[in-house]
């Protein structure tokens, strides 16, 4: 068995000589600008996840959905045994939501529409109106938030950009297209899925635990 270590160990070394002793002729590397360039894009950190790792990105979506439906199973039948009481609301938790909704829908939409050009995109966006979801939770109460919002509706919205964001990334990279519109669209969905996928986690943790 030390034998096998020992020559495994020397081809590794072996391996990594090679790697980098410059014998092998090496392709060159665009740089970060030309690639976003290429795209059509500025921002070059969109550029590489929602454009050169595609498919890595679109993996972290399923694995997100994937996290969702495990937190809605896993919860389904876990149940504290005695409700805790809400959060007792007040005048000033009930004006913060009201005034603040707006304008992080406002924010969140300028994130996710102008990723492509600088820092943001779909999943902070998402994020941003998922806080903003949490924060009328604590103002109105979950049950009363989730009858107004028909939770299955935006399971079933959330699910639906999915499929929308895999067609069209498939699309994509079948035809070869390019191009700020891509970018635009794709940031929407994500930051649509994300912030119901958030809101789906909070109504299951408090469907547990009792009202937040």
Known sequence: MRALAAVALALLLGLLGLGVSGIFPR???????EVA??????????????GVRLWDTLFE??????????????????????????????PLLRRSADLLLG???VFAL???????????????????????LLLLALAKGVERLSAELREPTLE????????????LAGALLLLGRRGTAY???????????VAIGAWVVLHRFALSRGEV
């Not at 360039?37 to 929602?50: M, S």
């Not at 399923?62 to 007792?88: N, Q, S």
């Not at 999943?123 to 109106?129: D, E, H």
């Not at 079933?156 to 067609?167: C, D, F, K, N």
């Open 37 to 50: 360039e290429a795209w059509g894009a500025k921002n070059v950190v969109a550029t590489i996840v929602l």
């Open 103 to 105: 304008p992080a829908a």
């Open 156 to 167: 079933w919205a959330e699910y639906g950009s999915i499929v929308v964001i895999l067609a």
């Open 110 to 132: 300028y994130v996710a529409s102008s990723g492509h050009l600088g820092p943001g995109g779909g999943f902070p966006a998402g994020a941003i109106l998922g806080t903003a």
């Open 27 to 33: 392709p060159g590397v665009p740089g970060g600008e």
């Open 183 to 193: 970018f635009i669209a794709a940031n929407l969905l994500i930051a649509v899925e």
């Open 61 to 90: 979506i399923l694995v997100y959905a994937m996290t969702i439906a495990g937190v809605k199973l896993g919860l389904r039948r876990l149940r504290w045994e005695e409700p805790l009481p809400p959060v007792a609301e007040t």
